[in-house]
C-alpha cells in the first residue's frame, strides 16, 4: 500500500515564510499580551497574567473604538453593496464600446491609492476652499462651509463616504459579473411571466445574487476590519476618539505609547472576532 | 413582434446596441451619469489641482478649471527640497521585488496544492487563506521585534519581507485557481519520460499559465503599493521611505497649505497603481468568481 506523505516539499517555503512572519508573531503577540512590556522603558519585560485584559475591559476607549470599528466596518460595507448593485443593475444592459468605456470609468476609484484616497478627500472636506463644501453651499443644501473632519459627530460619516468611494467598484465588478452569470432562461421566463421591474430585481435577480453578496461582504467585512491608511491618513482618530477603530487605537498604543504589552492583549482580541469572520468565510465559500 | 418567439425558446437576450429603449431608460441614462461623476469627480479634483499654483488650489471659492495651469507642482518634487525621487524609487523598488519573490514562492506551493497528495494538503490550504486575513497591526510588534533583532529594521530588505509574506496567501490561491484550470493531460507526457516534477512545473505548466503569473504579480505589486502600515512602523528615516509612507510623514511640514504640490504627489503615487490595476482588471472577474481573491 502507498503512503501518503504529511508534507510535500513544493509547500515548504510558503509554509517556513508564514511560520516565521507570521506564526511566531501571532505566538509572541499572545505571549507579549501577559507581559507589561513597553520598548521605551528601562525595566524589563514582566509577567503580569491577565492584567493587561483587565484593563483592557475596563478602557472605555477600547469599547468606543470597537464601537467606531463595527459602524465603520459594516456601515462601509452595506452602504458599498447597495450602491455597487445600482451600478451593476444600471450597466447591465449597456452593451457596445461605450458600455465597456463607461465599465472602465465606474472602476477607477479601485485603482487610487488608499493614502491617496484620503488626502484627497482630506483636500475635498476642507472648511474654507473644500470642494465639497463649494459644492453644498451652491446647492444651497448648507447654510455655511462645514470643517467635516474636525466635528466629531461628522467626521466618522466623513471618512465613511470616503471608504465607500473606494469600496463600491470592488461590489459593482462583482455583482455585474455575477448578474452576467444568471442563466437567460430565468430572466426571459420571468419577462413571459409579465414580471415586473420590481419583482424581477427583488424577486428573481438578488436571490440568484446572494452567494456573491455574501462571499463579497464577508471579505470586505475582513478587509475594513483592518483597515489603516484611510483612517490614519485622515483624522488619525481624531476628533478626540471619534474615528479611533481598532487598528487605530493598537497602532497608537504600540507604536506611539510603545506599551507593546497592552496594544497585543487588544491584539488578541481582535484577532479572535476576525477569527469567527474566517470560518464563517469559509463555510460560505464551501457553500458556493 | 418577432422577439418574443426568440424570448420564449431561451435563445440570448437580444443585444441592444446602446441602451435599452422604452420606459425607463431616461432615467437610467441620467443614473449612469451621476455614477460616472461621483466615480471621476474626486479623481479629476486631483489632476485640476496638481496642475494649479498653490495661491489657487487654496482660493476660498475652488476654481473647477486651472486658470493658469502650470508644471511647477511636478518640477518641485523632481528637485524640491523632499527626496521625493527616492521615495518613488523604493516604493518601485520594494514592490516590483516583492511581486517576483511573491510569486516565485507561491507556485511551488500552488502547484502542490493543485496536484500533490498529502495529508496537510486542505488544513495548509486553508491556513493559508486565514493568514491572509489577520490584522496587519497586530502582529507589527512582534515584527518589529523580530526584524529588528535580525537587523532588518529600516531596511527596504526588511520592508520586502513582510510585503512578500502577506502577498504570499493571495498569490498562492491565485496560482491554484490558474494551475487547476490547465489539463493534467498536457504533463503526462512529460511524467512517462521521467521528468522531475519541478522540471514539469518549469518547462510545461508554467509557460501555459505565464498571463496568470503575471496577473498575480499585478496584484501583489498593487497590494505593496498600497502598504502603509508596515513602512511607516518599520522604516525610520525618511530617505528610506516608500510613497504612501512620505505623503502622511511629510504632509505635516512641506504641503501643509500647499495642496498643489500635495495633489501632484497624489498623482505620482496614483499612476503606477493605475496602470497595473487597468492591465490586469479584465482578470478580476475571474479572480473575483474563482474565489481566489481574499481581500481586495
Redesign the interface.
Known sequence: MERVKWLDSMVMPTVAALALVVGYPIVSTIVLSTQDYNLVATEAARFVGADNYRKLVADPIFWQSLRNTALYTFGSVAISAALGLVFALLMERFVGRRGRVARLLLLTPWAVPFVVIAFLFRYMYLQNGGAINALLLSMGAIAAPISWLNVSTLAMPAVMVANIWAMTPFFFLLLGAALAGIPNEVIESARVDRASAFSMIFRIKLPLLRNALLIGGLLMIIANFNDFAKIWAMTQGGPGYSTTTLVVYVYRQAFENFSFGYASAVGVCWLLLLLAFAIAYLRALRLT | MPTTVA??V????P??????HGF?SGV?VV??VV??A???A??Y??LA?SFKTELEA?????TIWPHAPTLENYRALWNGSLPFVSFFLNSAATSVVTAIFAVM??T??A???SR??????RP?G??????R??????????????LLHAQLLDTRAGLV??F???G??FA?WMIKSFIDAVPIEVEEAARIDGYP?WQILVKVVAPLMLPGLVTTAAFVFMEA?????FP??LVTTLEKQT??AA??LT?SGQFKTD?GG??AA?TV??VP??IA??AV?RS??RG??S?A????
Open positions: 424570448q420564449t431561451g435563445v440570448p437576450r443585444r441592444t446596441r446602446h441602451i435599452a425607463g437610467r443614473a449612469i455614477a460616472l461621483w466615480s471621476l474626486p479623481v479634483w486631483m489641482t487654496a482660493e476660498l471659492r475652488p514562492i507561491a511551488p506551493a502547484y502542490a496544492l500533490a497528495r498529502f495529508r496537510l494538503r495548509i486553508y491556513a493559508i487563506l486565514i493568514v486575513m489577520l490584522p496587519l497591526v497586530v502582529l507589527l510588534a512582534p515584527l518589529y521585534l523580530l519581507v513582510g512578500t509574506t502577506f504570499l496567501p498562492v516534477r503599493w498600497n502598504n502603509l502600515i511607516l512602523a510613497l504612501p505623503l502622511v504632509f495642496w500635495m495633489m497624489a503615487t496614483t497603481l493605475m490595476f487597468f482588471q478580476m472577474v473575483l468568481t474565489g481573491i481574499a481581500g481586495a
